[in-house]
């Protein structure tokens, strides 16, 4: 069944750039092993968890490590049979580039890859930061998506959950340019959050962990998620690591399943996390008893979540088709 996971083309709709840097690349970068050793440690919580992205992000603090680390994560989700990849990440200034500079390095190693793959851009808001520096980035990705539309797709809000807040004006005037949205939404309990990120209706929502009453949300919240059917983007590996699911069994997905609700499997930050696409499809057999033809299910419906164009999107349904029909007969 593991090879199964590993053959089986693959859809990654949230995959956080600096979080997906493998040790190779790390060490590529003249990080240290003992910087490389906290990075994939296993019993971290969520709050430890935010202070690991710093070993990647001291790694890539100029365009050309930026655009390096891109190219190298995209090849590594394509050799995991990862057909098309949604990668997020941070515009970030540093002391030799500035926040354009950064978006422009992603966008460079995203055109020059050699990869099998489709690849597309979301950039995200770190909740952390003020409003009015969030808005300086709004109007950089607004720039960026008309400068590079078949790239640039959408706008993501991340980062540690426990501050900062959801500025509903700068989602309403990024969808307002064309820009689609995925919100990190419940990752920790917080209700009346989650419920202003739910009544947006984004395109999609990252985790939802905190949303079913029994894994600490709320009837209410549940009802509306059930009546929005918003799909949801699944990180198995990441909720377990950073203790906001008890293990794989409990895990909130359950619900997910139980309901028919709309979701993906993803792998949320790779390196940090030790994880592949591919385990994560494992994972969701060993411990959510999901057969072969449900977790085919699972890619070809990660298609139509995807921000990929109606022609793109064709493709990827033929390919998935193509490999059902080779191999699953
Ligand atoms: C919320 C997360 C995250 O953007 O520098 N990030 N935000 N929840 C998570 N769950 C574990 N994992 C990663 O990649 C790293 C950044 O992604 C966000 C954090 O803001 C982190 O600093 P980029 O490429």
Same mark, same amino acid.
């Given at each position: ?38 990075? #994939?440690?296993?019993?971290? *919580? ?17 365009? #050309? ?14 050799? *995991? ?108 309990? #917080? ?7 739910? #009544? ?130």
């Amino acid at each position: 069944m593991e090879k199964f996971c590993v053959s089986i083309p693959k859809i990654e709709l949230h995959a956080h750039l600096n979080g997906s840097l493998s040790r190779a690349t790390l060490k590529d970068l003249g990080c240290l092993e003992e910087d490389v050793q906290i990075y #994939n440690k296993s019993d971290i *919580d969520l709050q430890t968890c935010f202070q690991l992205f710093s070993v990647a992000h001291k790694a890539t603090s100029d365009v #050309n490590s930026v655009k390096y680390v891109t190219k190298q994560v995209i090849k590594e989700f394509a050799d *995991d049979n990862v057909l098309y990849l949604e990668l997020r990440t941070t515009p970030r200034e540093e002391q030799n580039m500035t926040e354009e500079e950064y978006i422009e390095a992603v966008v460079d190693g995203i055109t020059s890859h050699k990869s099998p793959i489709v690849v597309k851009l979301l950039l995200s808001l770190d909740r952390r930061r003020s409003i009015e520096e969030q808005r300086k980035t709004v109007k950089s990705i607004i720039k960026f998506k008309k400068l590079y539309p078949d790239i640039v797709k959408g706008i993501d809000l991340s980062g540690n959950p426990s501050f900062g807040e959801f500025y509903e004006d700068l989602f309403i005037e990024a969808r307002y340019n064309g820009l689609f949205t995925a919100i990190h939404c419940a990752e920790i309990k #917080n209700d009346i959050e989650a419920e202003r990120i739910l #009544n947006f209706n984004p395109d999609r929502i990252g985790h939802g962990t905190f949303l079913h009453p029994e894994s600490g949300g709320s009837q209410r919240l549940w009802q509306m998620n059930k009546m929005l059917q918003i799909p949801t983007e699944i990180c198995l590996t990441s909720n377990v690591i950073c203790r906001t699911t008890k293990s794989y069994k409990e895990h909130h997905i359950q619900a997910w399943i139980k309901d028919e609700l709309p979701f993906s499997l993803c792998t949320d930050d790779k390196g940090v996390f030790n994880t592949s696409l591919s385990k994560e499809f494992f994972l969701a057999y060993q411990h959510l008893n999901l057969n072969r033809e449900q977790l085919w299910k699972i890619s070809r419906n990660s298609i139509d979540y995807s921000f990929a164009s109606n022609r793109e999107k064709q493709e990827l349904r033929i390919k998935l088709k193509e490999w059902r029909q080779e191999n699953m007969q």
